[in-house]
Nanobody, 128 residues
Framework: QVQLVESGGGTAQTGGSLRLSCVVS????????VAWFRQAPGKKREGVAI???????TTAESVKGRFTVSQDKAKNTLYLQMNSLKPEDTAMYYC??????????????????????WGQGTQVTVSS
């Protein structure tokens, strides 16, 4: 059974930093991709960063240069380091995983509906 559990959300000031963690269990990285999504009130869920099955990393243009995704396979943990936070980064952040999904063949930023496994989410609020 695949389980994803996020933590690390909270409140930060504009320009500040937060690091999100997602403990992943029940899947193998060689045939699953893992990703971070976010959803702000009244908006669609959007992709933030993704790690494909081959280990390649892609970051959304909206956060490029500010957010960094990484994973520690020994700890079964996915991270999202968020720097230079802006009020528009305020959202519920989710980690997600899917079997055989490839960002190279899909519009991953908009493809949240294709992901089969989700965490419960962690709230990030950035104050101005």
């Amino acid at each position: 059974q695949v389980q994803l559990v996020e933590s690390g959300g909270g409140t930060a000031q504009t320009g500040g930093s937060l690091r999100l963690s997602c403990v992943v269990s029940g899947l193998t990285y060689r045939d699953h991709c893992v990703a971070w999504f976010r959803q702000a009130p009244g908006k669609k869920r959007e992709g933030v960063a993704i790690i494909d099955m081959d280990g390649s990393i892609t970051t959304a243009e909206s956060v490029k240069g500010r957010f960094t995704v990484s994973q520690d396979k020994a700890k079964n943990t996915l991270y999202l380091q968020m720097n230079s936070l802006k009020p528009e980064d305020t959202a519920m952040y989710y980690c997600a995983a899917d079997l055989y999904y490839s960002s190279k063949e899909n519009d991953w930023v908009a493809d949240s509906w294709k992901f089969g496994y989700w965490g419960q989410g962690t709230q990030v609020t950035v104050s101005s």
